[in-house]
C-alpha cells in the first residue's frame, strides 16, 4: 500500500523483467491498519557541543541507523499491521520491498524468498533492505532507453510489445496494452519515461515521507517493541542493553536459534538452573587412529551407479542438499560411500570444503511419517569418505545427503574484496577469467551426471537454486536454439554464452550475477565458502539400480527426526535427577557426538547448554554456551560435536540443565 500515483491515478509497482523496465498499478482501498510504535529509545537527546570529535561521528552514526530503521518499520507497516507479523508470501516480500523504495528482480526475490521459505520476520527484512540498493533514476532511464528503439525519448505500444514479449517473463499483447492504457496521459500512443521516471520517484519518496509520517504520529506507538528482540540486541545504540534487559519476561524469553550468535548465550538473571545432567567423553586425535572403509572383494564385477550433488547454506544458517531415488530390482549386497568433491586443478591443494563432514541416510517409506525406517547411515570413514556396506532388500529408497553444520557455516563477509566479473574490450562485453573459471565449476557441480552437458532437469536443480523458479519447457527450448548444445543438453560453452547474455541484458551491470554466485556459495571474491559439492557411488553385488535426484530440499525437520530415532536407538540414555520425563541421549562415533533430548511431559521445558569445558571442539550451534525451548512430547536435536584439529585430542564435556 502506497500513496496513489499522480500519472497513473494509483500506487506505482515496479519490476524488472531481464533487463527490462515494466510497471502496473496497484490499487489501495480499504482502512490502513493502525501502525505499531517505536520503542522508547526514540527522541533520545543529542550530545553536548563538548563531546569529541570521535563521539560526533559515533551520535552521527547513530542517527542514520535509527533514521534507517525508522523507515524499514514505516515500510513493514505500510503493508502489515504489526512489525511482529511476518512475511508469508514472495508476493508479500516483494509488495514491502517496493514500499521500502527498492525494485527487486524476479532473481532477486528468488534469493530471499527461496522454495523452502516459509516466512521472513522485521529483522530479516531489515537485512535485505540493507543488501539492495533503492531504484536509482539513472537505472530507470537506461532501462528505458533500451525500450526506446528510436531513441525519441517516449516508447510505443510496439516498442513495449516487442520486448515484453520476447524478454523475461514474456507477456501477451492485452497485458501489454493494459500497461499503455494506464501510463499514456495524453493518449497519443506514447510514453515519455523521462516524465514517468520523474512522477514515480517522486511518488515513491511521497509515499515514504507519509508512511513515516503516520508512523510518528500514532501515539500508541511509544507503547510497543521495536521489532523482535533480535533487532535490538544485534544493534549496538545507546541503552540497548538495558532496553531489552528491562523488556524480558522470565516465563517467555526468546530462545537462540541455531547457529545465532546475535542471541545472548546466558539466561537472564531471574532464571535459575533446577537440575542438570553432564557428560564427558574423552576422545583420541582422529587422524591417528587409522579409519579404514574395507571395499567388499571383486567390486570391479559389481554394478556401480554414481551422481553429483551439493550441500548449500541457505542466509538463515540452514542447509539445502540434493536427494535421490535408489529403485533395487532384488535383495543384494549394497557398498555405497559420498566424499566432497574436490574441484582443486593442483594435486597439492584441495579444495577447502573437503574437511566438512558428510553422511548419508538410507530411509523407506518416506512418505508416511510414521512409518518412515531409516535402514542405515554411513558411518564408517576412510579420510574424506564416508561409506556403508550390507545387504538391501528389493524396492524403493530415498538416499538424503547429510551435513552437521559443525565445518560448514556462514562466514565473515564485510572484509573481502569483490572480483571483476566482466570487462569491455572493443566495446564488446567480456567475462573475466576469475569469472569464467567460478563458471566452470558451478557447470562441473550442477551436471549431476558428469557427462559434460546439463541436461532440463539438471539445469533445473540450478535454476531452482539461483532464482527459485523452474524453467518451463518453452524457455529451454529457447535456450538451445540460442546458446551452444550438443544432444539437446546444453555445453559447458553454451552455459558461459547463458551468463555473457545476462551481463548484456544488464548493461554489464553485475548484481544479478552476484546473485547467481552467492546464492551457488560463493563470496565476493569468488571463493566457494558456503557450499559443499559431494559425490554418491552406489555398488551393487547381483543386480541392476537405479539412482535418481529427485530434489534440492533443506536438511530440516525430517532429517532431525531420522538423526533422533537413530540417536535414541544407539545412544546412551541418561535421565535429569528428579526429572525423570527429561532424557538426555548421547551418540558417539570416532570423528561425530550428537546430543538428543526426549522430553516426555507434557509442559515444554527451557534447557541450557554449556560446553564451555569442552576442548578442541565445535558445535553445530555455533556457541559455547545456548538454550533451547524442546515441546511438549516432542524429541529434538541438541547439537552436534566434532574436533577443529582432527591430529590432537577432544574432550567432549556438556552439561544439560533444566531453566526454571
Known sequence: RGEASPFLGGTVSLRW?????????????????????????????????????????????????????????????????????????????????????RNPTRRTLGKYWTQHTKKLNFDEFCEILKKEKPIDKNELMKAFRKIDLNNDGSITQEELYKVLTTKGERMTREEVKM????????????????????????????????????????????????GSLTSLECLSWPSTKSLVESSQNPETDTIPRKGDARFSSKPSTPRSHRTSVSSVINMGATITKNLKLPEPKAIKNWQHVWSKGCFFLEDDGGIVGHRYRLELQQTTNIFLTITPLNLSQTEEKLSPWMNVDTALYVVRNLGDPEAVEVVCVTELREKERFGWKGELRSGVYHLIPFTTGCRLKKRNKSMIRETKLVYRENGDL?????????????????????NGLL???????????????????????????????KKNQLTRQGFMELNLMEANDQEGDPADLWVT???????????????????????????????TPIGLEPTGSLLDSLICKTVMRKGEPKAMKGYNQLVMYTYKTETLITSVIENKSENKVIIHINNENSKNCVSSRGLRTFAMEVSPRTTTVCQHVMPVDERQEWIYSCTESIVT
Open 17 to 101: 523483467v531481464g533487463g527490462w523496465v515494466l510497471w502496473s498499478p496497484w490499487l489501495q482501498s480499504g482502512p490502513r491498519p493502525p501502525a505499531v510504535g517505536m520503542s522508547s529509545w526514540q527522541g533520545r537527546s543529542t550530545p553536548n557541543t563538548r563531546k569529541s570529535a570521535q563521539s560526533e561521528t559515533s551520535r552521527s552514526q547513530y542517527n542514520e541507523e535509527e533514521t534507517f530503521y525508522r523507515n524499514c518499520r514505516a515500510a513493514y507497516l505500510a503493508v502489515f499491521g504489526t512489525s511482529l507479523e511476518s512475511i508469508t508470501s514472495k508476493d508479500q516480500l516483494c509488495l514491502a520491498l517496493q514500499q521500502a523504495g
Open 179 to 226: 500497461i499503455m492504457d494506464e501510463a499514456d496521459s495524453n493518449n497519443d500512443g506514447k510514453l515519455d519515461y523521462n516524465e514517468f521516471c520523474r512522477l514515480f520517484l517522486m511518488t515513491i519518496e511521497k509515499s515514504q515521507k507519509n508512511a513515516v509520517a503516520r508512523l510518528d504520529a500514532d501515539a500508541k506507538m511509544k507503547q510497543q517493541q521495536f
Open 430 to 450: 567480456m567475462l573475466t577469467k576469475e569469472f569464467r573459471t567460478a563458471l566452470s565449476d558451478i557447470f562441473e557441480v550442477i551436471d549431476l551426471d558428469g
Open 455 to 485: 541436461s532440463f532437469e539438471e539445469y533445473n536443480f540450478f535454476e531452482l537454486r539461483s532464482s527459485g523458479e523452474k524453467c518451463d519447457s518453452e524457455a529451454w527450448a529457447m535456450c538451445r536454439e540460442n546458446f551452444d548444445t
Open 517 to 547: 554466485l552467492e546464492s551457488m556459495g560463493y563470496n565476493r571474491a569468488l571463493e566457494m565458502q558456503e557450499a559443499c559439492p559431494f559425490i554418491v557411488d552406489i555398488y551393487a553385488e547381483d543386480c541392476k539400480l537405479k539412482l
